[in-house]
């Protein structure tokens, strides 16, 4: 039994006319008195008395419409519930830094406002780190910084924008005052102008940290480290206190600081990217919360986080 056709006879029940109910339904009076004559041969009983242009209820038609009312109903019931369903759960989301966690705090409350029975639950760590994750199904989607996308070949990945790779040094430093209209900076030069300076890195993992070891290699240069963290803000502090150097995305660079930004040559870029899990399949709530992600970043740069 179709539901469809329950809604035929309850509303020729309720018009007591063929035509009446046939414009109330959006279908032909014809295509209606086939279906009602149909069914009454089914049943092997009239449900409605004609008399003229007027259908009044038989007793078994009185049984009929009670119990498609009923049917009708437990229908919209089970739609409510399902609907209310979908307007509850959670998304998994795993990040790899803080421009992620930035992005996050912004867009959760907006979300959570709209859709208050939904959780955002996040998970932090490395790239490889959030792969597995997003490969066992322990993650739905994740925000991640990344050297390049070759990592992520078999997953669903939408690029937010690309962050420029930069040099911090205190504008106290010698190498600041001695080149005071410098602005970018070879692997060559750095490795060389820097070789007595403390260095704050990344952790090992990072995609800073992937771009540093890059550049220390190609130059086979070993830096003195003076800590190792992931923490940008914990770095950018001690650049600001002129104890060490360090390399930042362009997102962590807000101008009117005590700390000098340089370009390295060539420049590098690291991708800030998207990334759904294969076989997640979303309903219409997880969906408009990844089009907010998507959505969040202009083509070619992030904001500035200060």
């Given at each position: 039994?179709?539901?469809?056709?329950?809604?035929?006879?309850?509303?020729?029940a309720?018009?007591?006319?063929?035509?009446?109910?046939?414009?109330?339904?959006?279908?032909?009076?014809?295509?209606?008195?086939?279906?009602?004559?149909?069914?009454?041969?089914?049943?092997?009983?009239?449900?409605?008395?004609?008399?003229?242009?007027?259908?009044?209820?038989?007793?078994?038609?009185?049984?009929?419409?009670?119990?498609?009312?009923?049917?009708?109903?437990?229908?919209?019931r089970l739609?409510?519930?399902?609907?209310?369903?979908?307007?509850?759960?959670?998304?998994?989301?795993?990040?790899?830094?803080?421009?992620?966690?930035?992005?996050?705090?912004?867009?959760?409350p907006?979300?959570?406002?709209?859709?208050?029975d939904?959780?955002?639950?996040?998970?932090?760590?490395?790239?490889?780190?959030?792969?597995?994750?997003?490969?066992t199904?322990?993650?739905?989607?994740?925000?991640?910084?990344?050297?390049?996308?070759?990592?992520?070949?078999?997953?669903?990945?939408?690029?937010?924008?690309?962050?420029?790779?930069?040099?911090?040094?205190?504008?106290?430093?010698?190498?600041?005052?001695?080149?005071p209209?410098?602005?970018?900076?070879?692997?060559?030069?750095l490795?060389?102008?820097?070789?007595?300076?403390?260095?704050?890195?990344?952790?090992?993992?990072?995609?800073?940290?992937?771009?540093?070891?890059?550049?220390?290699?190609?130059?086979?240069?070993?830096?003195?480290?003076?800590?190792?963290?992931?923490?940008?803000?914990?770095i950018?502090?001690?650049?600001?206190?002129?104890?060490?150097?360090?390399?930042?995305?362009?997102?962590?660079?807000?101008?009117?600081?005590?700390?000098?930004y340089?370009?390295?040559?060539?420049?590098?870029?690291?991708?800030?990217?998207?990334i759904?899990?294969?076989?997640?399949?979303?309903?219409?709530i997880?969906?408009?919360?990844?089009?907010?992600?998507?959505?969040?970043?202009?083509?070619?740069?992030?904001?500035?986080?200060?």
């Amino acid at each position: 039994m179709d539901v469809h056709y329950l809604h035929y006879i309850v509303t020729i029940a309720k018009k007591k006319n063929m035509t009446q109910a046939a414009n109330e339904l959006y279908v032909t009076q014809s295509t209606l008195s086939q279906y009602l004559s149909k069914l009454e041969a089914e049943l092997g009983t009239p449900l409605f008395y004609r008399h003229k242009n007027t259908f009044v209820l038989t007793p078994a038609g009185k049984l009929y419409v009670k119990a498609s009312e009923e049917v009708i109903q437990i229908q919209k019931r089970l739609y409510q519930n399902i609907n209310e369903l979908q307007q509850k759960g959670s998304i998994r989301i795993g990040v790899t830094s803080h421009f992620a966690l930035e992005m996050l705090a912004e867009l959760t409350p907006i979300f959570k406002s709209e859709y208050p029975d939904f959780t955002i639950e996040i998970t932090e760590g490395n790239p490889p780190t959030l792969k597995h994750l997003l490969s066992t199904e322990e993650l739905d989607c994740a925000i991640m910084a990344l050297p390049n996308t070759e990592l992520f070949q078999n997953e669903t990945l939408h690029i937010l924008g690309n962050e420029e790779i930069l040099l911090g040094v205190h504008k106290e430093h010698p190498f600041v005052k001695k080149y005071p209209n410098k602005i970018s900076i070879t692997p060559k030069e750095l490795c060389e102008k820097f070789k007595e300076e403390q260095f704050l890195l990344s952790k090992k993992g990072n995609t800073l940290r992937f771009f540093s070891d890059n550049i220390f290699r190609s130059q086979h240069f070993e830096p003195k480290i003076l800590l190792e963290t992931n923490s940008i803000h914990t770095i950018r502090s001690l650049v600001m206190k002129n104890l060490g150097v360090a390399f930042f995305a362009k997102t962590y660079c807000p101008p009117n600081t005590n700390i000098m930004y340089y370009s390295l040559s060539p420049k590098q870029f690291r991708v800030d990217t998207f990334i759904r899990r294969n076989n997640w399949i979303t309903n219409e709530i997880e969906e408009k919360f990844c089009e907010k992600i998507c959505s969040y970043y202009s083509d070619d740069m992030a904001p500035i986080i200060s």
